[in-house]
């Protein structure tokens, strides 16, 4: 069983094998399927149309369902893996040790935001951006400057407070859990961490930055959090809903999941607090 771990306590050997498989994926083409999935979804997600991924309530059980199929493929390169998550009320500047040479690497250069160490770095010459929405093939970053503050835990906590999961109409306009936890609306907290790392991150094709599973680990261990706080409350909608995922449908591009089935992360893999 998978144990998904707060990424400042890797170490430094869970960090290697952590990005060993990433580069393995990677190599093997695997990776930019992932990337490929994302951007279709992010393209494809409308507010008054059909939307899965992003933008309405599946969007957390959506990239639950994600991230186990990513988190299988690591496992299949070395079983030791899991992936780890990023508090970023935590690790909230461009020193954390996640940004180091021996992890994800730091922050874009000055001149065109290209990331200039670490395993990814183009430089290194494993990591080609080859899912892209521009003509550049480097990773970039430009941590902290698209806005200036990581969400920090009052945030937080003001999201986990509420007790709806989502509301009518379903999308980036509503109120509730779902789309406070994903920023549309409020204090903002999934969108905007995106925007702090910059680069592809900020884009359709965010997976291509490795940080992605990081964020979204943590963005899901946030679920877990408000669950557990609000046992009362369930997914939303029930049933009946266009261009919505209700509890008991399957979500493209699997369709062998429902939320329903996804509510509960413990047959899958557990945290470390
Ligand atoms: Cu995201």
């Known amino acids: 069983m998978a144990v998904r771990k707060n990424q400042s306590t890797l170490t430094a050997d869970e960090k290697r094998r952590f990005v060993a498989a990433l580069l393995e994926l990677k190599r093997s083409g695997r990776y930019d399927a992932f990337?490929?999935?994302?951007?279709?979804?992010?393209?494809?997600?409308?507010?008054?149309?059909?939307?899965?991924?992003?933008?309405?309530?599946?969007?957390?059980?959506?990239?639950?369902?994600?991230?186990?199929e990513f988190?299988?493929?690591?496992?299949?390169?070395?079983?030791?893996?899991?992936?780890?998550?990023w508090d970023w009320t935590v690790d909230r500047t461009p020193r954390a040790s996640l940004w180091a040479p021996d992890f994800l690497g730091g922050t874009g250069r000055e001149r065109d935001g290209r990331v200039t160490d670490g395993a990814f770095s183009a430089s290194g010459g494993d990591w080609p951006i080859n899912v892209r929405v521009d003509s550049r093939t480097f990773l970039r970053r430009s941590l902290g400057s698209g806005t200036r503050e990581l969400p920090t835990r009052a945030d937080v906590e003001s999201v986990l407070s509420m007790s709806t999961y989502d509301m009518a109409p379903w999308n980036s306009g509503s109120d509730g859990f779902r789309n406070h936890l994903e920023g549309w609306r409020g204090v903002n907290l999934h969108n905007r961490v995106h925007v702090w790392v910059g680069g592809q991150m900020a884009t359709g094709v965010s997976p291509n930055d490795p940080?992605?599973?990081?964020?979204?680990?943590?963005?899901?261990?946030?679920?877990?959090?408000?669950?557990?706080?609000?046992?009362?409350?369930?997914?939303?909608?029930?049933?009946?809903?266009?261009?919505?995922i209700d509890l008991d449908e399957t979500m493209r591009p699997w369709h062998d999941m429902t939320p329903a089935d996804l509510l509960d992360h413990t047959p899958h893999y557990t945290f470390d607090v």
Not at 220 to 241: C, M
């Open 35 to 68: 990337v490929t999935t994302h951007n279709a979804f992010i393209v494809s997600d409308t507010d008054n149309g059909e939307r899965t991924g992003h933008r309405s309530p599946s969007f957390l059980p959506w990239h639950r369902r994600f991230l186990l």
């Open 211 to 244: 940080v992605f599973w990081l964020h979204h680990a943590y963005i899901d261990k946030l679920w877990a959090e408000w669950q557990r706080r609000h046992p009362g409350s369930g997914y939303l909608p029930a049933a009946g809903t266009p261009n919505v």
């Open 71 to 85: 988190e299988r493929a690591l496992q299949s390169v070395d079983a030791s893996v899991s992936l780890p998550y």
